[in-house]
C-alpha cells in the first residue's frame, strides 16, 4: 500500500492506493474519515480542490453531472448508448455541459480510453478527447 499526505488549510488528506482492491482517500487521518472509489474520490477532490469543475455549478448542472457519471458506470449496452448520445452532444457543443469543462468530461474521457484506449470513438468523441490535457499521449 503507498501513502501520501497532503495538507490543504485547515485540513490533511491521506492518500492510500490498494493495488488489488478499490482505491480510498483517507479526509482526516484523526476522525479517519475514508472515501472509497475512483467516482467518489474525484469528486471529493474537485469540490476541494477544483470548485469549477463541479461544486461551483448550479444543481441543474450539478445533477446532468451526475447523470452522464452514472452512464459511464452502467453495463456495457448502456454506455454504448451514451457513448453515441455523447457524440450528438459533442457535435453542437465542446464540453458535455456547453461551454465549460467539467467532472463529467473528466470522468466520461477516462472511462472511454479506459474502455477504448481511446480508439474506435466516433468522430466528436475523438475531438473532445484531444480537448482534454493531459489525457491522451502526444504523438
Not at 474525484?42 to 469540490?47: E, K, M, Q, S, W
Not at 466520461?108 to 477504448?116: D, F, I, S
Request: hydrophobic share 40%; with cysteine.
Amino acid at each position: 500500500m503507498d501513502t501520501n499526505g497532503f495538507e490543504f488549510g485547515n485540513f490533511c488528506l491521506s492518500i492510500f492506493f490498494l493495488v488489488e482492491d478499490l482505491p480510498f482517500l483517507v479526509v482526516s487521518p484523526c476522525a479517519h474519515t475514508p472515501l472509497t472509489g475512483e467516482i467518489t474520490i474525484a469528486r471529493f477532490l474537485c469540490r476541494t480542490l477544483l470548485p469549477d469543475l463541479y461544486a461551483n455549478l448550479t444543481p441543474e448542472e450539478s445533477a446532468d453531472v451526475d447523470s452522464w457519471i452514472d452512464q459511464s458506470l452502467a453495463g456495457n449496452k448502456e454506455r454504448t448508448a451514451a457513448l453515441k448520445s455523447l457524440n450528438v452532444k459533442l457535435a453542437k457543443q465542446q464540453w458535455i455541459l456547453g461551454s465549460k469543462m467539467t467532472l463529467a468530461d473528466i470522468v466520461l474521457a477516462c472511462c472511454t480510453v479506459k474502455e477504448n484506449g481511446g480508439s474506435s470513438v466516433p468522430g466528436n468523441v475523438n475531438k473532445w478527447l484531444m480537448r482534454i490535457p493531459g489525457l491522451l499521449p502526444s504523438n
